[in-house]
Structure formats: C-alpha cells, structure tokens
C-alpha cells in the first residue's frame, strides 16, 4: 500500500455563498484525509474554488461588481467556512491564480497535441445554471409544453464557433475502466446511473465559448475562452504543480479520491478521466458523489429561505456535534434530512449518554477511587477480553471501511464498541467493587480506560476538538494517539488530569429555565 495518499474536496462554484452541503462534502473529505494521516500516511488534501464561467460573469454583473473582486468575496467566505468546520486543507485553489491557468493552457495542449480537439461550431440546448448542453432526448418537457434540463434549469438554443473534444472515441474506454475498475464509482447506485449514460452513445463536447470572456484564453486562439468544465477539472492536477512532472507536489498523482456532489459526478466520472485519457496522464483512483441535503424535509431554496449556513449551525451546536451529525444521520451517499429535532436526538443520545456519560462515569470513578493515577493492567476475565478483542479490531474494521467511503458505517462500528462498554461498566459495576474487590476494581476501570483510549483515537478524524478532549482526559500524550501508537498499552501510574464533561446535554433554550 502506497504511503500517499491525495484527496480533494469538488472545486467549489462561486456564483453563490456557501450553504450546508458544500460544508458536507468538504467535512466527508476531511475525515478521509484525517484517517489516513492517523494512518500514518502522507497526505495531501486539496480544496478551493471554481470562479470563471458566465454563470460567474453574470452574478457579478447582477452585484454591479468586477467579475474579479465578486469573485475574490466569495472565495473569502468559503475558505472562512471550511477554516469554521475544522477542514485540514493543506491548499485551497483559485482557478483564478496564475498557477491554474498556466496549468489548464498546458492540459488543454496536450489534448490538442494527440489530435482530440478540433474545431467547429455548436448548435444545441444550453442550460446556463447548470453550464452545461444538453441533447433533445434529455430534455424534460414540462405541462405547459416548456423544455428544460434534466435539473430543471431553462434552456435555450445556442449556436456559437467552438472547440470540441471527441468525447465519442473515448466510449469504449470509460466502459472498460468502470469495468475493469469497479471501485472507480461510488456509490454503486451512482455507478450505474453513469454506466447506462456512457452506454447510450457520447457525443463530442464543446469545450470552448465566445460569448463571454470571463474565463481562461483558450491557447492560440484568445478569442475562445474554456468551457469552465474543462478549465475547472484541471484543479486537480494544477495545485500540485502540472506541468512541471518534476514539481514536488506530483508525487501524489493520481489523486486518490475525489469528494464530490452527486450533481457534478458526470463531470468527474466521464469527461474527467477522458481528459486524462486523452492526455496520457494517470487515472485517479476513486470519484465518490454524496447525495443532497433537504431541510424539515424540504428542498433547500433562496427562496423558501431554508438556505443554512454551516457557520450558524456550529455557533449553535457546536462543530463536533454538527460534523458528527452530518455523517451519523444517513448512509453516506444518499440524501439527507436536516432536521433540528433529529440533530439535538443525536448529541443527547449518542454524544451526551452513550459516549459522554460513559468517558465521565470510567474517568470520575478513577479520580475518586483511583488517586487520579491510570491503574495498571490487572488479570483478564473472559468479559475483559472480549472487550478487549472488539477494541482491537474496531481501527482494523474502520480503515476498510473508510477506503471504500462507508464513512457511517465506520461510525456505527465505533458506537458498537460505546454500547459494549456501557453494558461492560453495568454489569462489571466498579463503583461496588471499591468495598468488595478494589483489586478488581482498578481491571476494570484500566479495560475501560483502554477502550474508551481506541474510541476516542479513532473518533479523531469526526470530532477532532473533543476527542482531542478526551485522550488528554486518558492522558494519551500527543504522540500517542495514531493507529500505531495503540499496539502500545499506556504504562500505569500515569496521574491523569481533572475530569470534565466532554458532550453537555443540548437543551432547547424555550425548553431551558432562565439564566
């Protein structure tokens, strides 16, 4: 196994501020990117913005603002929500640097240089919400006989000199990577619903516009400018260098993961890798799509103003809390319900009861009986080590499940080891023990102290704030706290600081007696 390992967040558009499922995407890559360096891995976790297009030209136009400085504004703002909502980026791209644009110019002349892009003119349905064309066959007509995008965007009939790439002669090969490759599109149901797209036929695609301006000059011929697909993709490869192949950065090509919505997987699992393909450059490895959130079980909308700020809701909750939540709710890779009833459920069941309560009872009844001193390790029941047995496979069972982006189910396998812990401390009850066996006593408590010391590495990469909390609680030093440093038990006698309640009970402050 490749001791790199090189994630990306979607490339984020900036004809809008940034809402709860930009913050959902990016908090799903992170927590790849958090595991794999607990993995000891060497990582590289890129994110950024998307910020040409007419989509872009036209916002800015709408604010009565220069494309450039709309765009600088809301760059800004989703870099302060991804610093917010604890992203570990290690760079946030601009397609507007230097650095990108050099970087597309030199991709789109590799294509060019193999023959697969040519020019011509484009006659077809245009969707600009989407920046995207669409065949006759894909439209959806409406009752009252109005044709729109797949998306529902409006479309009109555009004709305009364009370059295009010969998609089309990359059929074959795409059907053989998904093939070949089955891991290459997650989920499954996403994969399909792109195996029957690329099945039906490819058509070439346009890959330039004269129109606007508000783009990256198409090599050669200034008068074109990239589509923002193509110029946006490029992201991926720009940010570690490309073209200089000598670049430090290059190493981590080809990406092991991209993180995207399901709205843009088409991009990334069809034109992408043709690109590439074309190119002669690598393949990543995996494209992940998350699905779509809803609110109170509704569409998120400007104008239904249900539109949340991931900011807002960590002022509120709390960031672990609201990171934990956004994973726990739904298998990852399908739709969501935001809902504040079932966000406050999970933080009080899940944080405050089962994990919070459990660290306070095991850390409090060593402070009390224990003199605040870690007990050494005494001799095993068979109740111990079958708890200890569940602890020591749980990192094993996570890092499987993390690799094929099962990020929930992850999380139920760690709650497992919670619930066995909580039936562990019941039935053991070291609380009566101090009296009858306080030999005993101190076993228990240290096989509670052990595992409670995987669940809260482990839980690193979701809640990195509180389970930094925790194993300081354990006293876990700082270089004691990845996969590796488990195989070593902590040495008994270790005084542990004062414990603190971790996960507070949420209460609603209609709910709650005045301060």
Request: aromatic share 10%; hydrophobic share 40%.
């Amino acid at each position: 196994m490749s001791g790199r390992f090189y994630v990306t967040t979607p490339i984020y558009y900036v004809n809008g501020a940034p809402h709860i499922g930009h913050a959902y995407t990016s908090i799903a890559a992170d927590i790849v990117a958090r595991f794999n360096r607990l993995s000891g891995k060497d990582v590289f976790f890129l994110t950024g913005t998307d910020e040409h297009g007419q989509k872009v030209e036209q916002a800015a136009l709408a604010a009565g603002e220069d494309p450039q400085a709309f765009t600088d504004r809301f760059a800004a703002e989703f870099r302060a929500v991804a610093d917010v909502m604890g992203i570990s980026y290690d760079d946030f791209i601009r397609t507007t640097e230097p650095r990108h644009k050099a970087g597309a110019q030199a991709l789109w002349e590799k294509v060019a240089a193999g023959g697969d892009i040519y020019l011509g003119a484009y006659e077809g349905w245009y969707a600009l919400r989407d920046e995207a064309f669409y065949g006759e066959d894909e439209l959806v007509t409406r009752p009252d006989g109005t044709k729109v995008a797949p998306s529902g965007a409006p479309v009109e009939w555009m004709r305009e000199p364009s370059y295009f790439f010969r998609l089309s002669a990359y059929q074959d090969r795409l059907l053989e990577l998904y093939d070949k490759h089955p891991q290459f599109i997650g989920p499954v149901g996403r994969k399909n619903e792109i195996v029957s797209f690329v099945k039906q036929g490819l058509r070439d695609l346009s890959i330039s516009r004269t129109s606007f301006k508000w783009g990256v000059p198409v090599p050669g011929d200034e008068d074109h400018v990239m589509y923002v697909w193509f110029d946006a993709l490029a992201n991926y490869l720009t940010a570690l260098g490309y073209p200089d192949t000598s670049a430090p950065r290059m190493v981590f090509w080809p990406a092991n993961l991209h993180m995207v919505g399901k709205d843009i997987a088409r991009f990334h699992t069809v034109y992408w890798p043709a690109f590439l393909m074309a190119a002669g450059i690598d393949l990543p490895s995996m494209v992940f799509s998350n699905g779509w959130w809803t609110v109170e079980g509704e569409k998120m909308s400007k104008s239904v103003g249900n539109v949340i700020d991931p900011r807002d809701l960590v002022a509120e909750f709390g960031l672990d809390a609201v990171r934990f939540f956004l994973i726990r709710e739904v298998p990852f890779g399908g739709d969501s319900d935001l809902s504040r009833r079932s966000l406050i459920s999970r933080m009080n069941v899940e944080l405050a009861n089962d994990l919070g309560n459990l660290a306070q009872r095991t850390l409090s009844l060593i402070a009390r009986n224990c003199g605040g001193v870690l007990p050494e390790r005494g001799p095993l029941t068979e109740a111990d080590t079958h708890l200890f047995g569940q602890a020591s496979i749980l990192p094993s069972v996570m890092a499987e499940q993390i690799g094929r982006i099962a990020l929930t189910d992850a999380l139920e396998e760690t709650w497992k080891l919670i619930r066995a812990c909580n039936a562990y401390i019941d039935h053991q009850a070291p609380w009566a023990l101090k009296k009858t066996d306080p030999v005993r006593m101190e076993a228990v408590l240290r096989v509670l102290a052990d595992a409670l010391r995987v669940i809260a590495t482990v839980l690193q990469p979701y809640m990195p704030d509180s389970m930094d909390k925790m194993l300081t609680q354990l006293g876990v030093t700082t270089d004691e706290r990845t996969l590796a440093a488990l195989d070593a038990p902590l040495p008994g006698g270790r005084v542990l600081p004062k414990p603190e309640g971790i996960f507070p009970r949420f209460v609603e402050p209609e709910a709650g007696t005045a301060q």
